[in-house]
C-alpha cells in the first residue's frame, strides 16, 4: 500500500509501514470481529464467485492453511501455485496480467521483498504479502489480535515486547515496526558473534561436517544478529512519528529482559539447509535460549512467551533428531533435546497463548482479506 488513507478496498498490503496505525487498529477490531461471527456459525460467505491465487514459494504450514480456510470461509475458490512459469519461463510482468484476468486476489509468500513490489507494480488486483525476507505483516497482526485478547483492547499499550535470538532482520524488525505503531516498548536481544567466530567453537570434526555443506566463501541465510541500519532508522522514524513516549533498544545484553511483559523468539535452524548447517547457530544463540532461568530474569512474574512457529522446543521431528545424532558431544545432545531455542518446559507453559496466536492467523488473514476486497467499505 502506498500513501493509503482510509479504506483497504482495491489495495495492496505489503507491509506494516505503508499502512496507518488507525489501519492496523481497524484490521485487528476486524479480526475480532470475524473471529466472533466464525464461533457463532455466522454466514461470511460474501465473495462467492471470486477467487484467490496463493503463490507461495516458500514452504509454509499456518500461513498457507490460514489463507485457503478464510478464503472459503469468504465463498472464494482458490488455486494453490508453487509450481509454474512464474519468473522462470515467463516474466513477472506477464504472469501478473494472466492472474489478474483470472482471479480477485492474491496471496503470495518467498524471499524476495523487491519481486513482490515487483509484482505489485504490475497487478491489477490486490496482493497480500503471507511473507518476505523484508517483513511477515500477517503475522504481527496475529500477534497483536492475541495480545488483545491477553490484555484487553489495547491493553499492549505502553508495555515491553522482547525478541532474543535469531531472526532479525525479518522477525525482529517485523516486531519492531508493530510496535513502533502500535504503541509498545520494543527490546532486540541479539548476538553479533560472526560466523567465524561461532565456527571456533565447535568441535574439528563438527566443523568438517558443516563445511562439507557450506564451503568457504558460501553465504548461509540469516546469520547476521543486528539489524541493518536502514532498518534501524526506519524503525526509530516510526516511533518518532507515532509513539515518541515509547522506547526500543537492540542490544547483545541478555539483562535487558528486565521489565519485559512478552518474549518471543524465533527457531536457531535453517530451514532451508540441512540440520547440520544449524550448529554454528547453535553456538552463537544458546545463551540466548528461552527457559525458565531467562523468563525469571524478566522480573515479571506475568510475563507471557509467545512464538509465531515452528518451534524447536524438544527433538520430536526429524531435522532435530537428525542433528543431535550427528553430535558427539552428550552434554550439548542432552541441552537440545529439552529444545533449542525455547525449553519445552517454558514453551508447553504457555502454549495457550502460542496456538491461540496460530489460530489467529485465520482471523486476520481473513480481516485483511475481507478489507482489500472491499467487503466493509
Not at 29 to 45: C, F, I, R, T
Request: aromatic share 10%; with cysteine.
Amino acid at each position: 500500500m502506498s500513501n493509503v488513507e482510509g479504506s483497504l478496498k482495491g489495495k495492496h498490503f505489503l507491509t506494516l509501514e505503508e499502512c496507518t496505525p488507525e489501519q492496523l487498529r481497524h484490521l485487528l477490531d476486524l479480526s475480532a470481529k470475524l473471529k466472533k461471527e466464525k464461533k457463532e456459525g455466522v454466514n461470511q460467505q460474501k465473495n462467492i464467485g471470486k477467487n484467490m491465487l496463493m503463490l507461495f514459494e516458500m514452504e509454509s504450514t499456518r500461513t498457507r492453511c490460514a489463507f485457503e480456510t478464510s478464503a472459503q470461509d469468504l465463498g472464494m475458490g482458490t488455486t494453490y501455485l508453487s509450481n509454474s512459469h512464474f519468473g522462470a519461463k515467463e516474466t513477472i510482468k506477464d504472469s501478473m496480467r494472466v492472474f489478474s484476468e483470472m482471479y480477485d486476489v492474491i496471496a503470495y509468500r518467498g524471499k524476495d521483498h523487491e519481486q513482490l513490489v515487483e509484482m505489485a507494480a504490475e497487478s491489477a488486483i490486490p496482493i497480500i504479502n503471507g511473507y518476505t525476507m523484508h517483513e511477515h505483516p500477517t503475522q504481527m497482526l496475529a500477534d497483536f489480535m492475541t495480545l488483545d485478547e491477553v490484555w484487553g483492547r489495547e491493553g499492549y499499550r505502553g508495555k515491553t515486547f522482547t525478541y532474543i535470538g535469531r531472526g532479525g532482520a525479518c522477525c525482529a524488525f517485523s516486531y519492531a515496526v508493530a510496535c513502533a505503531m502500535l504503541g509498545m516498548n520494543f527490546r532486540f536481544i541479539t548476538s553479533y558473534m560472526t560466523l567465524e567466530e561461532s565456527l571456533e567453537l565447535l568441535t574439528p570434526e563438527e566443523r568438517v561436517a558443516f563445511r562439507r555443506e557450506v564451503p568457504e566463501g558460501a553465504k548461509l541465510d540469516g546469520w547476521s544478529g543486528a539489524l541493518p541500519e536502514e532498518q534501524k532508522a526506519l524503525i526509530n522514524d516510526l516511533y518518532a512519528k507515532h509513539h515518541p513516549e515509547c522506547s526500543f533498544l537492540e542490544t547483545e545484553d541478555v539483562d535487558a529482559i528486565e521489565g519485559t511483559d512478552v518474549v518471543s523468539t524465533e527457531n536457531w535452524g535453517f530451514f532451508t539447509n540441512k540440520a547440520i548447517t544449524w550448529l554454528p547457530g547453535i553456538a552463537k544463540y544458546r545463551p540466548y535460549q528461552v527457559n525458565r532461568e531467562l523468563m525469571e530474569r524478566t522480573k515479571n512474574p506475568n510475563a507471557i512467551f509467545i512464538h509465531m512457529l515452528p518451534a524447536t522446543h524438544n527433538s520430536g521431528h526429524s531435522a532435530a533428531q537428525n542433528l543431535i545424532g550427528a553430535i558427539a558431544d552428550p552434554e550439548l545432545q542432552a541441552f537440545l533435546d529439552k529444545g533449542f531455542e525455547v525449553t519445552d518446559e517454558v514453551f508447553e507453559d504457555n502454549a495457550g497463548y502460542i496456538f491461540r496466536e496460530a489460530g489467529n492467523r485465520q482471523h486476520t488473514i481473513k480481516a485483511v482479506t475481507y478489507a482489500v476486497m472491499g467487503n466493509d467499505a
